[in-house]
C-alpha cells in the first residue's frame, strides 16, 4: 500500500463548479497535512496546509481532514480554467530524533472546461 | 527575488558525465531536500539535510551524492549520469518547526543522452 494514494484523474470539472480532490494516508501517526498546486513543468506551490480534523477554509480553497478515517480533501469552489492543474496530497511524517519527512502522492490533475 | 533558487534551470548532458545541480536560498531555513519527478511517479526523495552537518539519505539516493556548503546552499551530483535520470529536479526548504511546510524551487529539466 502506498503511504500516500490519490487518484491520478484526470478530473474534469466546468467553470463555476465545485471540484473536490481526495487524498488516503496510511501512517496514523501523521500530523500535518498540505496541498500544493503544480502547473505543467513549474514548482509545486503550497496552497493549503491543515493540522486538525475538519474543515479549513481560504479564499474559495478548504481543505478536510478526517484523521481516523485518514482522509484528507480539498474543495475548489467557483473552478476556473487557471485552476488546471495537478494537484499534489503530502503528509508529514514523523521519525526518531525529531526527524520528520513529507510523503507526496502521485497527484491528480484537475482540468477546468469553459 | 526568488526565494529559493536552482540552477542550471535546463541541462542537456551525456551518460557518463558528472552534473552538478545547484540549490540556494533567502528564506533562512535549516532544511534542505533535493527530489526527482517523472511523469506519473510523484515527487521521490533523494537527499535531505536538516542542517550543514547533517546529510540523509532518501529513497532513490543510489547514483546521487549531496553537499551542504552552507545552511543556505545544497548541491547534488550525479557523478556518473545515466539515461533514466533524466528527469525535472527540485530542491526544497524548510525550517524546523515550521509545521512540515516544503517551499519549492523553480526546478531543473536534466536530460541524460
Known amino acids: 500500500q502506498k503511504e500516500v494514494e490519490q487518484n491520478s484523474g484526470p478530473l474534469s470539472v466546468p467553470e463555476g463548479a465545485i471540484a473536490s480532490l481526495n487524498c488516503t494516508y496510511s501512517?496514523?501517526?501523521?500530523?500535518?497535512f498540505f496541498w500544493y498546486r503544480q502547473y505543467s513543468g513549474k514548482s509545486p506551490e503550497l496552497i493549503m496546509s491543515?493540522?486538525?480534523?475538519g474543515d479549513k477554509e481560504d479564499g474559495r480553497f478548504t481543505a478536510q481532514l478526517n484523521k481516523a478515517s485518514q482522509y484528507v480533501s480539498l474543495l475548489i469552489r467557483d473552478s476556473q480554467p487557471s485552476d488546471s492543474a495537478t494537484y499534489l496530497c503530502a503528509v508529514n511524517l514523523k521519525f526518531s530524533g525529531g526527524y520528520n519527512k513529507l510523503i507526496f502522492g502521485a497527484g491528480t490533475r484537475l482540468a477546468v472546461h469553459p | 527575488d526568488a526565494d529559493v533558487t536552482q540552477t542550471p534551470r535546463n541541462r542537456i548532458t551525456k551518460t557518463g558525465k558528472r552534473i552538478m545541480l545547484e540549490c540556494s536560498q533567502t528564506?533562512?531555513?535549516?532544511?534542505m531536500y533535493w527530489y526527482r519527478q517523472d511523469p506519473g511517479l510523484g515527487l521521490r526523495l533523494i537527499y535531505y539535510s536538516f542542517d550543514v552537518k547533517d546529510i540523509n539519505k532518501g529513497e532513490i539516493s543510489d547514483g546521487y551524492s549531496v553537499s551542504r556548503q552552507a545552511q543556505a546552499k545544497f548541491s547534488l551530483s550525479l557523478e556518473s549520469a545515466i539515461p533514466n535520470q533524466t528527469a525535472l529536479y527540485f530542491c526544497?526548504?524548510?525550517?524546523?518547526?515550521?509545521?512540515?511546510?516544503?517551499?519549492f524551487g523553480p526546478g531543473t529539466r536534466l536530460t541524460v543522452l
Open positions: 528564506k533562512g531555513h535549516d532544511r
Open positions: 526544497a526548504t524548510s525550517s524546523t518547526g515550521g509545521g512540515g511546510t516544503q517551499y
Open positions: 501512517d496514523r501517526g501523521s500530523q500535518s
Open positions: 491543515i493540522y486538525s480534523n
